[in-house]
């Protein structure tokens, strides 16, 4: 009987230990998150773009792409003219767009499809409409593709000031 006593006092023991535990084990459970919130609270990107002239608007051709740079030499994209006026579109008939052409998936060079205004990758096929400000339509990317921040002065030059998403392989984007 006596040694019965002693298992039960140990199972006692182990409860109250285990109990112990656990409440330690909420107190952390509650402390958690707010560590978490303050690692997770994103830092302010200091980048700024070049406001870079890329040409003019007399140099663009109804859904012809002109190949360009934006925002260094190691980035291609294209304006282009959708002879319908978008959101976002610049120029008098507001239909002068400009994007990255390297995918946001894996980086592959887009290609432009004039039938339906979209940009298409070999690579994992994703596609993004150039009439709806570059917005993902099918495939592996899960981002819209880059759209420059255009500005065309009185003469027509046509300028580049910024982009809207993060530049594929690029570390910091802000507009
Ligand atoms: Fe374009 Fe993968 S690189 S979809």
Aim: one cysteine or more; hydrophobic letters at 40%; a negative charge.
């Amino acid at each position: 009987m006596d040694r019965c006593n002693k298992l039960v006092d140990v199972g006692r023991r182990q409860f109250l230990r285990g109990g112990a535990f656990a409440a330690a084990g909420m107190a952390t459970a509650v402390a958690l998150p707010a560590q978490s919130q303050a690692k997770a609270a994103p830092g302010l990107a200091l980048v700024e773009y070049p406001s870079n002239k890329l040409a003019n608007v007399a140099d663009l051709k109804v859904n012809e792409p002109l190949e360009v740079n934006y925002p260094d030499e190691n980035a291609p994209g294209v304006l282009l003219k959708l002879g319908t006026k978008v959101e976002g579109g610049a120029g008098a008939d507001g239909d002068i767009v400009g994007f990255s052409t390297v995918c946001p998936h894996k980086g592959f060079p887009l290609n432009y499809n004039a039938e339906d205004h979209s940009f298409n990758c070999p690579g994992h096929y994703s596609r993004f409409d150039a009439d709806a400000g570059g917005q993902q339509i099918w495939g592996q990317s899960t981002a819209n593709l880059p759209q420059y921040a255009l500005r065309i002065d009185a003469k027509g030059d046509i300028y580049a000031e910024g982009l809207d998403e993060l530049l594929y392989g690029r570390l910091s984007n802000v507009l």
